[in-house]
Nanobody, 116 residues
Framework: VQLQASGGGLVQAGGSLRLSCVASGRTFSTLNMGWFRQAPGKERDLVAAISNGAITYYVDSVKGRFTISRDNARNTMYLQMNSLKPDDTAVYYC???????????WGQGTQVTVSS
């Protein structure tokens, strides 16, 4: 599985961005997907996840502002980010896993910068 993330950019606080992650292959619908982010000097943390059954999870800091979704027909996962804050500045990575707890497949990352 190869993942390609896109959609990052520079936005002012309060603005919005939508990230996309396109997966290769024919098994996207069976994958459990997630968005991670890594700020400078910090660890890479899970932000949101969506299962192959479309069950979603969000870290508390993004609840009510971010929405994760998937389009299996397009092999694509999205992260709609609204009301962005400077603390959301990070490189965002998409990732996929099958049945294991560990995410086995990673995209290349896309930079999100939120200015105050």
């Amino acid at each position: 599985v190869q993942l390609q993330a896109s959609g990052g950019g520079l936005v002012q606080a309060g603005g919005s961005l939508r990230l996309s992650c396109v997966a290769s292959g024919r098994t996207f619908s069976t994958l459990n997907m997630g968005w991670f982010r890594q700020a400078p000097g910090k660890e890479r943390d899970l932000v949101a996840a969506i299962s192959n059954g479309a069950i979603t999870y969000y870290v508390d800091s993004v609840k009510g502002r971010f929405t994760i979704s998937r389009d299996n027909a397009r092999n694509t996962m999205y992260l709609q980010m609204n009301s962005l804050k400077p603390d959301d500045t990070a490189v965002y990575y998409c990732a996929a896993r099958r049945t294991s707890i560990r995410y086995d497949y990673w995209g290349q990352g896309t930079q999100v910068t939120v200015s105050s």
